[in-house]
Every structure is written in C-alpha cells, then in structure tokens.
C-alpha cells in the first residue's frame, strides 16, 4: 500500500492542528479539548493531531501527556479512573477532556492523525472507526512498534498508518528510507532534527526515497514561520505545528493552503 491508496492524503499539503493548535498564549493551555479543535476547524484546518487514552472502563478520549497533572485541575494516571470521574475533570480548568467519539461527531469534516499512546486504546480506536465508518478520515501512528503493529493486525490495512514509531528517527535514521518500500506504513512522520536540534533527522535524500516508495512526509512539531519555509522548499508533505495562525499564512503565500 502507498499513501496514494488512502483518502486520508488526498490533499496536496497536510496542514495539522498539533493538539488543535493556538492563537495566543492565552488559549495555549486548552490543548486537545472540543475548543481547541472546533477553533482549529473554523480556521480552515481539514487535520487535527491528537493522541488517544482509555478509561479504565473502556471510553477512549483524546488526551496528550500520561499523567493529568500538568494541563487539568486533577492529577493521576487517566488509565487508573473510570470516565465517571474522568469527565468531570477540566483542562486548564475550562474544558471537559473529550471522547474520541465526541470528536468524530462534532467534527465530520476533519481528519485524525492519532497517536495510540496506550495499548488499551487500541480496540476501543477500532470499535469507534468501526461505528463512525471514518477509516478513511485517519492515519494512526505510535511511538511503540508493537502497539501500532497491533493495531495494523486488527484493521487488515484499512487504515492509514505511520510506517513505525516516530522515534526511530533518531535511532537509524540513514536506513529508514531504505526500510520504507518493505514497511505497512504509508507516511514517514519525524521530526526534522533530534538531539536537542544537533542531529539532523530529515534529508532531501529521505524524503526522495520515501517519495520513490510511494510514502508521505509529515514533520513535527513546527512553530517557526522560516523553518516552515525551509520544510516546504525541501518537499515535505505535511507540517504539524500549534501555531495556527502561522502555518496557514505561509501556505496561503505558497498556494498550498486548502482552508477556508
């Protein structure tokens, strides 16, 4: 399979909400909520990244870090609660954690590029697929190999995914083209340097032989108006980045913005 056999890439330049995204400091804190990707939307964004957990009772929600501690007016492991208690609790104190579900139904137009951050999420991921028919609106991907080879099994290519953990960027990075004609995944998603930004990661050389092989290149996560710039001209084929505002201005000068 190749990116091209999937609707999920129909576009020429993915342009992605990282956790819905922000417009000003002031909103930053309300990452991955109903807010932020509704806001992401009006602007015009086709494609929200989000990572997805599970209740301890099996509801599947989209939610970054693997504590609650840092974003919500709770703390703990998300996993360890029931959704009774989960979804009472609030993002910077404001916003309900979503349901993936809720997401899917509220937003029919968008697209998903999901990061499974747990191996519980991988049925109740596939069930809601499953319910909402949207295998053709997200790419899934996995910083672990075995959850996202988990997660192919059980789908039989019908969805979208990353072609490995994003982390092995780092690790092998001048091999991992080469593994990409024999690997399930259709889109390469780095970032484009590692190590405290002293290893280059992405190279015209990679995204050529991705390319050759039939493979997206998506780069996160970008925030800086030259760096996007320098991205664009090297042929990636999709950025994710918080800021925006930002992102859709220098496609639009480029004439790659799709949005509204």
Known sequence: MQA???????????AMAHRGGFLSEADRPRENTLYAFTRAAER??????????????????????????RVTDATG???????????????????????????LEALPEARFNIDLKVPQAIEPLIQALDVHHAHDRVCVGSFSSARIRAFRRRTHGRVATAAGPAGVAWQAYALLGRRLAGSPGVVLQIPARAWHDRMPVLTPGLIRTAHAAGRAVHVWTVNDRTEMERLIDLGVDGLVSDRIDVLAEVLTERGLWEGN
């Open 77 to 103: 492991v998300p996993e360890r609660l029931p959704w009774r208690e989960l979804s009472q609790v609030r993002i910077a104190g404001i916003d309900p954690i979503p349901r993936f579900d809720e997401l």
């Open 44 to 69: 015009g964004y086709r494609y929200l990244e989000t990572d997805v957990h599970v209740s301890v009772d099996g509801v599947l929600f989209a939610f970054h870090d693997n504590t609650l501690d």
């Open 4 to 14: 091209g056999d999937y609707r999920y890439f129909d576009t020429r330049f993915a």
